[in-house]
């Protein structure tokens, strides 16, 4: 199984990750995603891909470069 995670209106991809998960990248911390600017889907091994559901809104967090 493929993840793929969509930016909102757009037809290709953005990021794409396994059945253990996906990761976007690229963001700022502290940009504030609304719910519904990203949506994702699954491509099974058939190739057929699910109907696209929004991503929860969230808040990019620092990251932690440890001390």
Known sequence: MQLNVY???ESTPSFNG??????IT??????VVATGDYEVT???DN?????????EGFTVLAADLGA
């Open 7 to 9: 930016k909102k209106g």
């Open 18 to 23: 396994d059945d253990t998960g996906v990761a």
């Open 26 to 31: 690229g963001l700022a911390a502290g940009t």
């Open 42 to 44: 699954h491509t099974g």
């Open 47 to 55: 190739l057929s891909e699910s109907s696209r559901v929004a991503v």
